[in-house]
C-alpha cells in the first residue's frame, strides 16, 4: 500500500500480518492463517508517516492511498480508514512520559508474554522538544519495593523505545499492580507530570516443584517443533531439537529457586494439533511433578507458532486466595478410541483432579492439572484404555463434574 503525496511516491508498505502469533489463542476457525493487515480477535495494524518535512506552510498538497492492480479480485476488499494530524509547536522543552507498559500486563495484545517473574518491559516517549538522552525509571510492584533504573539513549521528538528493565523484587508486596514512573529528562525536572506514571494490573506466574518433568509428544512433524528451558540469567537448560515422530520425549530436571522461562516454537504455525490440518497428527506438551506425576502445566496443543511461559522454583508471588469452580466442561472427541480432550474453565494458577472412573466406580487412569489458560485443553492418552463406558470427573476444591466417555478401538 502506497501514500503518495504531490503524485510522487514517499511511503509504501507490505500489508501482511503473521496469525499464528495472535494473542487470542486457542479459538476455533481458521485464526492462524496469514492475512492482509489483521488477525481474528488482534488489532488491525495501524501505520503513522511524519510528513512534515515533505511540506512547507501554506503548500496545497494532494494525498493519495493506493493499493496495486489486481486483474481477478474478485469479492474481495479493503476497508481502510486514514486521518491527517495537524499540529503545533511542542509545548514543553524537557519532557517524557511512558508509553505503554508491555510486561507485567493483562492486556490481551501482550497476553503471550504474560504472566512474568523477571524482567518488565515498558516504553518510554519523548514528549518534549529537545532530544532525550537520558531518564531515570522507577517501577515495582504497587506497594512494594520499587527498582530504579537509569535510561540512556536519543529520542526525537515523539518518539518512543521499549526497554527491559532489570528484574524488581516481585515479593515486597501482595497487590497485583505494578507500577512505573519516569523523572529527570536529560538530567532536569519534568515539566508536565501527568504523564509520567502508568499502573498496570497483572497476574502472578505460577510456582513450580523444584523436580520437574517435561513431557513432549511430537506429531508427524517432528522438524517443526524445538523448545527450551532458560533460567533468570539466559543461561540454556534444556534445548531439544530434532525429535523422531510420534514419539513421548520425558526430560527431568531439579531447579534451584529461581525464574525460568519454557519456549516450544513450531515453524509450521499450526501447533501441535490444528483442526484444518489432520495430516499433521496430535501430539501435546505439558510439565509434570517429579515426585507425584501430576501435570503441574498443560499447553494447548493449537497454539500457533509457539509457546511460551514463565514461572518460579523455591518461591511465589503473593497472591489473594480465590474460589476454584469447573466451569464450561466437556470431552471431546466422544467416542474416541486415542486421545480424549478435557475442555473447562478455571481461574489461573488452579489446580483441577481429572479421574476417568468405569462403570463399577475403579478409577482407571487419573491427573492433577495445574491452570495456566482461560480455556484450558488437556489431552488424555486412552490408547492403553479398554473398550467400554467411562467417566471422567473433574473435581477442584469447590465443585465436581462428571462426563460419559465411550472409549471405542
Known amino acids: 500500500h502506497t501514500l503518495r503525496l504531490n503524485n510522487a511516491i514517499n511511503f509504501s508498505r507490505s500489508v501482511w500480518k503473521e496469525c499464528a502469533t495472535n494473542p487470542i489463542y486457542p479459538q476455533g476457525g481458521t485464526w492462524i492463517y496469514d492475512r492482509a493487515g489483521w488477525c481474528p480477535g488482534s488489532a488491525v495494524d495501524m501505520k503513522e ?30 476497508r481502510i480508514n486514514n486521518q491527517l494530524v495537524t499540529y503545533g509547536s511542542a509545548n514543553f522543552t524537557n519532557d517524557a512520559a511512558v508509553d505503554y507498559v508491555k510486561s507485567p500486563t493483562t492486556r490481551v495484545e501482550y497476553q503471550r508474554l504474560n504472566p512474568l517473574c523477571n524482567e518488565p518491559v515498558v516504553a518510554i516517549k519523548n514528549t518534549g522538544s529537545t532530544t532525550l538522552t537520558s531518564l531515570v525509571i522507577t517501577y515495582g510492584r504497587t506497594g512494594g519495593t520499587l527498582a530504579t533504573y537509569n535510561w540512556s539513549g536519543n529520542l526525537a521528538f515523539l518518539q518512543s523505545v521499549e526497554v527491559v528493565l532489570p528484574q524488581p523484587d516481585w515479593t515486597s508486596s501482595s497487590t497485583n499492580e505494578f507500577t512505573v514512573y519516569v523523572s529527570n529528562p536529560n538530567g532536569q525536572a519534568d515539566q508536565y507530570s501527568w504523564n509520567d506514571t502508568l499502573h498496570s494490573a497483572f497476574n502472578t506466574p505460577m510456582q513450580l516443584p523444584s523436580g520437574l518433568i517435561f513431557e513432549f ?31 513421548i520425549y520425558r526430560d527431568t530436571v531439579y531447579l534451584p529457586n529461581d525464574c525460568y522461562t519454557v519456549s516450544l516454537n513450531d515453524v509450521g504455525d499450526d501447533g501441535l494439533s490444528f483442526w484444518a490440518n489432520t495430516a499433521q497428527g496430535s501430539g501435546y506438551f505439558r510439565i509434570r511433578d517429579v515426585s507425584s506425576g501430576a501435570a503441574v502445566v498443560n499447553f494447548n496443543a493449537d497454539f500457533g507458532d509457539n509457546i511460551y511461559q514463565q514461572f518460579t522454583i523455591g518461591y511465589a ?34 489446580e483441577v483432579k481429572l479421574s476417568l472412573v468405569n462403570v463399577i466406580g475403579e478409577v482407571v487412569l487419573n491427573e492433577t492439572v495445574r491452570v495456566t489458560q482461560e480455556i484450558e485443553k488437556f489431552a488424555i492418552d486412552l490408547s492403553n484404555v479398554q473398550c467400554g463406558v467411562y467417566y471422567l470427573v473433574a473435581e477442584s476444591t469447590d465443585s465436581k463434574e462428571v462426563r460419559k466417555v465411550v472409549v471405542t478401538k
Open 49 to 78: 508517516y511524519e510528513i512534515t518535512p515533505n511540506v512547507t506552510p501554506g503548500q496545497t498538497i494532494n494525498i493519495d492511498y493506493s493499493l496495486p492492480s489486481i486483474g481477478n479480485p474478485g469479492s474481495s476488499n479493503y
Open 217 to 247: 509428544k511430537t506429531n508427524n512433524y517432528p522438524s517443526h517443533d524445538s523448545y527450551n528451558l532458560k533460567d533468570s540469567q539466559g543461561n540454556i537448560i534444556i534445548n531439544r531439537v530434532g525429535q523422531a515422530a510420534n514419539t
Open 317 to 350: 508471588l503473593p497472591v489473594t486466595e480465590i474460589s476454584t469452580p469447573v466451569t464450561n466442561f466437556s470431552v471431546y472427541p466422544n467416542p474416541t478410541s486415542d486421545i480424549l480432550t478435557a475442555q473447562f474453565s478455571m481461574p489461573l494458577n488452579s
